[in-house]
Every structure is written in structure tokens, then in C-alpha cells.
Nanobody
Framework: QVQLVESGGGLVQPGGSLRLSCAAS????????MAWHRQAPGKEREFVAL???????NYADSVKGRFTISRDNFKNIVYLQMNSLKPEDTAVYYC??????WGKGTLVTVSS
């Protein structure tokens, strides 16, 4: 069974940075095709970033140029580096493996 555990969330001031991690575990689990999504209070969950098996990345327009998705295949961890954070980035961030498996999320709050 695949387990995804997010970490790295917290409170940060506008303009600050955070790095989220998503650790995958399970028999023969592969972290290829991992995505990050987020859900702000009162809003639907939305796509943030994707890293495919071939290394292709895709980002939501709202985070392009500020967020970077990467992975460590040895550690089975996918990262989301978030820079120049804005209050509208406040949300629970979830990792999603191959559209099937979800973590429980980590809360990011951007506020002064």
C-alpha cells in the first residue's frame, strides 16, 4: 500500500519561502508523476505543480516563476520549493501520486 506524508508547512510572512516535502513509502513505490495540489479555505482543491517520469514540469499560472517542484529518487521524496509567497497561497497542500494516491496535507499560512 502506498503512503504519502507531507511536511514543511507553517506560518510565513508575505515574500517569504517554504519548502514542502512529500515522502512516499510502500512496496516498490515510484515517485514518478507526482503532483502538488492545494485547497484554500472555502475553495475547491486546485492543481499546483506536476513532475513527470521524464522530468517534465507543469505549473499553475498562479505559481509559475515562484514555485519549483523537484524530487530525490533515492529518498523517494518530492519537494515543492515556494518563494515569494503571497497571502493567496494560504492553503492545505497535498501531494498526489499518479492521480490515485493522496497524502493528508500540510497547512501553509502566509500572513503578516
Amino acid at each position: 500500500q502506498v503512503q504519502l506524508v507531507e511536511s514543511g508547512g507553517g506560518l510565513v510572512q508575505p515574500g517569504g519561502s517554504l519548502r514542502l516535502s512529500c515522502a512516499a513509502s510502500g512496496r516498490s513505490v515510484s515517485i514518478n508523476n507526482m503532483a502538488w495540489h492545494r485547497q484554500a479555505p472555502g475553495k475547491e482543491r486546485e492543481f499546483v505543480a506536476l513532475l513527470t517520469s521524464t522530468g517534465h514540469t507543469n505549473y499553475a499560472d498562479s505559481v509559475k516563476g515562484r514555485f519549483t517542484i523537484s524530487r530525490d529518487n533515492f529518498k523517494n521524496i518530492v519537494y515543492l520549493q515556494m518563494n515569494s509567497l503571497k497571502p493567496e497561497d494560504t492553503a492545505v497542500y497535498y501531494c498526489n501520486l499518479r492521480g490515485t494516491y493522496w497524502g493528508k496535507g500540510t497547512l501553509v499560512t502566509v500572513s503578516s
